[in-house]
């Protein structure tokens, strides 16, 4: 069976299937962020509080998400991984063409609740089911493709559903945002085959998977995990980046208003456009230079994709901290533009070199902690401080500093993935406890 499906995973399916995949991720962006494009309207018409609008855009959705996101992410692990995305992504694509037809605030509020609920589930069965398609030496590659989701989904939900709003009314915006996923559930289910987990595992001396029983409990998934210290840090790395990734894009436009004297709707446009599509191309590119640049190693050790993750996050600080504090427009915007393009080029390193060092039978799970805590730190907390900071700090320039202070975490996230090459490099996932014994099957 894993040799038949190592030959299909050889074969040009497996690219079929990456863009079927990302296509589907396209759809959890679009319905994500549908909703920042219809605010007004909903507001006026149903006569809404700024509070009340938040709980829609964010709070309420995120609080599902987070909740869900963990036990989504074991039954990732526990199920037929298309099978599970086909009916969650139906699931927020229906739920998001709900939010069209609310007759009132609460049915708003509780449709948006459940789009969060569901798209929990989306980027752990994604990329568990890549990781079985893709094996170890062309893996960033693949992940950063998949990242081109978040520039598909941004640029169709600002320019397409932003005409369409305008034209036709928040409620048909919504209702229209829902058909493409509900379309993509089903070539999901019908042209996607599962995976045998671990087929695609090609790095046997680094990375030892032994046999394992396929269910594990929540506290057994966690030892997996803690027990490879090039996992760790590869999770404390990316929620660190995703601090100042979030902080900058939540309050970017309002600097770019505030400090350079743009117009709303040119500071949307600039940030909408550098961010989404150069920030995707960037970790595109570095996915596919990060495997690149393994192959060159005889033993096909894939560290260098660690120290690639530390390289770029070490560029994005100098130039997101010279965006903030240059003082000349133009000059600001092209930063801002070369920050973009560096900011996201951790994605296809560093969630590729993850998807090596963890065992198959906790990928969806190690995926749902990694969301989970991006989620809090990045959409919650980060963004928050930036505006304590910005308060505490006050003058003309106060969020340029407040921003450049949050963008000292990249450089701490470099380390962070820099350790983590480290320790692929001497002895691949770095096991305490010898290779793999907690997942081997005890004794009859």
């Not at 609460?106 to 990329?127: H, K, N």
């Not at 404390?236 to 117009?263: C, D, E, M, N």
């Not at 965006?323 to 900011?343: G, K, N």
């Not at 450049?404 to 090459?421: D, E, G, K, N, R």
């Amino acid at each position: 069976m894993a040799g038949s499906a190592a030959t299909e995973n050889a074969s040009g399916y497996r690219w079929i299937v990456l863009l079927v995949l990302t296509l589907a991720h396209s759809c959890h962006i679009m319905d994500r962020m549908v909703v920042s494009i219809v605010m007004e309207p909903v507001r006026h018409e149903f006569n809404l509080t700024d509070t009340q609008l938040g709980l829609i855009s964010s709070l309420g959705y995120g609080l599902f998400y987070g909740a869900a996101v963990l036990p989504m992410g074991m039954l990732i692990d526990r199920s037929v991984r298309k099978n599970a995305l086909a009916v969650i992504l139906a699931l927020w694509s229906a739920a998001t063409a709900v939010c069209g037809l609310a007759s009132s605030w609460t049915m708003l509020l509780v449709s948006r609740c459940v789009v969060g609920l569901a798209e929990s589930g989306g980027s752990p069965a994604g990329l568990s089911l890549l990781s079985d398609y893709f094996p170890a030496r062309e893996r960033s590659t693949a992940v950063g493709l998949w990242y081109l989701s978040s520039a598909i989904g941004s640029i169709v939900t600002f320019i397409v559903g932003g005409m369409i709003a305008a034209t036709y009314g928040w409620r048909t915006a919504f209702m229209l945002a829902g058909v493409p996923g509900m379309v993509m559930a089903v070539v999901v289910f019908f042209v996607v085959r599962e995976p045998v987990r671990g087929a695609s595992d090609d790095l046997p001396a680094l990375v030892p998977h032994a046999p394992a029983p396929e269910k594990l409990s929540f506290s057994r998934s966690l030892a997996e995990i803690g027990a490879r210290p090039a996992a760790v840090h590869i999770l404390l790395g990316v929620l660190l980046t995703a601090a100042a990734i979030s902080s900058y894009s939540t309050w970017s436009i309002s600097f770019l208003v505030r400090q350079h004297g743009l117009k709303l709707s040119e500071a949307g446009l600039t940030v909408g456009l550098t961010t989404g599509l150069l920030g995707a191309i960037g970790g595109a590119f570095f996915g596919w230079l990060a495997d690149r640049s393994s192959r060159r190693d005889p033993r096909a050790n894939p560290w260098r994709s660690g120290m690639i993750a530390a390289g770029t996050s070490l560029a994005a600080t100098f130039l997101g901290i010279a965006s903030l504090l240059t003082v000349a427009t133009v000059p600001a915007l092209v930063l801002v533009a070369c920050y973009a393009f560096f900011f996201n080029s951790y994605n296809g390193p560093a969630n590729g070199l993850l998807l090596i060092v963890v065992p198959p039978q906790v990928r969806g799970f190690t995926i749902a902690l990694l969301q989970l805590g991006a989620t809090l730190l990045g959409f919650g907390v980060a963004p928050f401080l930036v505006g304590r900071l910005s308060d505490m700090i006050g003058g003309s320039n106060s969020l340029g500093w407040a921003l450049s202070i949050m963008l000292l975490c990249h450089p701490l996230a470099a380390m962070q993935f820099a350790l983590a090459a480290r320790q692929v490099k001497r002895n691949g996932t770095g096991r305490s406890d010898g290779p793999n014994d907690a997942l081997r099957p005890a004794a009859a």
